[in-house]
């Protein structure tokens, strides 16, 4: 077990830099999201970690071990790929145990290693099966094992999930966190599902474009967003922005769009000087409105789509050419096409400048 720390690391293929001055301390035993969409980063990062890949500049310490250039094999890391990367040709057990007959183990350590690794992914009764014969979840399985068995100081997760169906998608999400409750190995998974990011990550490190947007807790990466592309990537539906110019007036600050909103009194100090801004609003944070609403902030809309998921309904609306999504709790139905009047609650709002992209407030 051992901490690990990137120290502005870059990576440039010919002229495009695919990772950017990235900087992360991985406490001992932590387990770390990095999540982004496709193309920001995340595998050439991990690749990094591994050495599979070299380093233009910055530093790779594992432990107290600076390791830009030690090989893959001597960094005392084991890597769980999207594809399983199985040996065909072998039994489950061979699998496992491949890692340690090549440091050449004795046999008797071997087999007893494989057998509680088995034990632990519930893989006892495959062991001498090949992995055509497995199923996909299983075979992940077997993948794990592999990286397990050798007891490494840092697991390494490249979307070890992404080729399995939902079902068993969340499943093993589940198996995932027992194990690194039973394991506390220190951990750097890679994904670009926000939801997988959520559940899995005691930190999350989220990405774009090779540049890290923001690093905390899933809690401070859904509460507090630090910019507009954190905001969207992070929650299901994605949160609502609206953009709108700013006028001051004897009555208070208000937001003009097709449609006009005073502004919260207590965020007036730290918008007052924006010409412009836009605000966020989460799903939730939008319904239908109540004779106990806020008059200041409804608005009117058209009904253009209602998803209904059982637990939870979403209406897809139109407020004069805005679309937005709203978490509906009401179990009253409402034909498509009408026009509702719209409650947006601009206290649990996020107001975003729309020159940086930064939330302001
Ligand atoms: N070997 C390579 N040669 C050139 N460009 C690469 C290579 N590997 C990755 N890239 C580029 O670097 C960027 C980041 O890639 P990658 O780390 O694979 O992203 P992710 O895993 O987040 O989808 C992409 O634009 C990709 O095209
Ligand atoms: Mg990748």
């Known amino acids: 077990m051992a901490n690990l720390s990137l120290k502005s690391v870059s990576k440039l293929f010919d002229t495009q830099e695919a990772v950017k001055d990235l900087t992360l301390d991985v406490p001992d035993g932590?387990?770390?999201?990095?999540?982004?969409p496709s193309g920001c980063g995340k595998s050439t990062t991990l690749r990094m970690i591994a050495g599979l890949e070299s380093i233009t500049s910055g530093e790779i310490w594992i432990g107290d071990n600076l390791v830009n250039a030690i090989l893959p094999k001597d960094r005392d890391v084991a890597m769980v790929f999207q594809n399983y990367a199985l040996y065909p040709h072998m039994t489950v057990f061979e699998n496992i145990a491949f890692p340690l007959k090549i440091r050449k183990l004795p046999n008797s350590e071997i087999q007893a290693r494989v057998k509680e690794v088995a034990q632990l992914l519930e893989l006892e009764s495959y062991l001498?099966?090949?992995?055509?014969?497995?199923?996909?979840?299983?075979?992940?399985?077997?993948?794990?094992?592999?990286?397990?068995?050798?007891?490494?100081?840092?697991?390494?997760?490249?979307?070890?999930?992404?080729?399995?169906?939902?079902?068993?998608?969340?499943?093993?999400?589940?198996?995932?966190i027992k194990l690194h409750q039973k394991l506390k190995t220190t951990s750097v998974y890679v994904t670009h599902d926000q939801a997988e990011a959520m559940t899995l990550g005691e930190k999350i490190v989220v990405l774009k474009d090779g540049?890290?947007?923001?690093?905390?807790?899933?809690?401070?990466?859904?509460?507090?967003?630090?910019?507009?592309?954190?905001?969207?990537?992070?929650?299901?539906?994605?949160?609502?922005?609206?953009?709108?110019?700013?006028?001051?007036?004897?009555?208070?600050?208000?937001?003009?769009?097709?449609?006009?909103?005073?502004?919260?009194?207590e965020k007036m100090s730290s918008l007052k000087n924006y010409p412009q801004i836009i605000i966020g609003l989460r799903p939730q944070a939008i319904s239908l409105s109540t004779t106990n609403s806020n008059r200041n902030w409804m608005v009117k809309g058209n009904l253009e789509l209602i998803e209904n998921l059982g637990g939870e309904k979403y209406f897809y609306l139109n407020l004069k050419g805005e679309k937005l999504v709203?978490?509906?709790?009401?179990?009253?139905?409402?034909?498509?096409?009408?026009?509702?009047?719209?409650?947006?609650d601009l206290k649990q709002a996020y107001y975003f400048d729309p020159a940086t992209g930064k939330c302001i407030i």
């Open 30 to 36: 932590q387990f770390i999201v990095l999540v982004g």
């Open 128 to 176: 001498n099966k090949k992995p055509k014969v497995l199923s996909g979840g299983q075979r992940q399985r077997v993948a794990l094992g592999r990286a397990i068995v050798r007891k490494p100081q840092v697991f390494l997760f490249d979307e070890p999930l992404s080729n399995l169906d939902a079902q068993l998608r969340t499943q093993l999400r589940g198996e995932l």
């Open 211 to 265: 540049l890290t947007q923001q690093i905390g807790t899933p809690a401070e990466i859904y509460n507090f967003p630090s910019n507009i592309f954190v905001a969207g990537f992070i929650g299901t539906p994605k949160m609502n922005l609206i953009k709108g110019n700013i006028s001051p007036s004897s009555e208070g600050l208000f937001f003009h769009n097709d449609f006009k909103l005073a502004l919260p009194q």
């Open 326 to 344: 709203a978490q509906v709790k009401e179990d009253k139905n409402y034909p498509l096409d009408s026009s509702l009047e719209i409650f947006l």
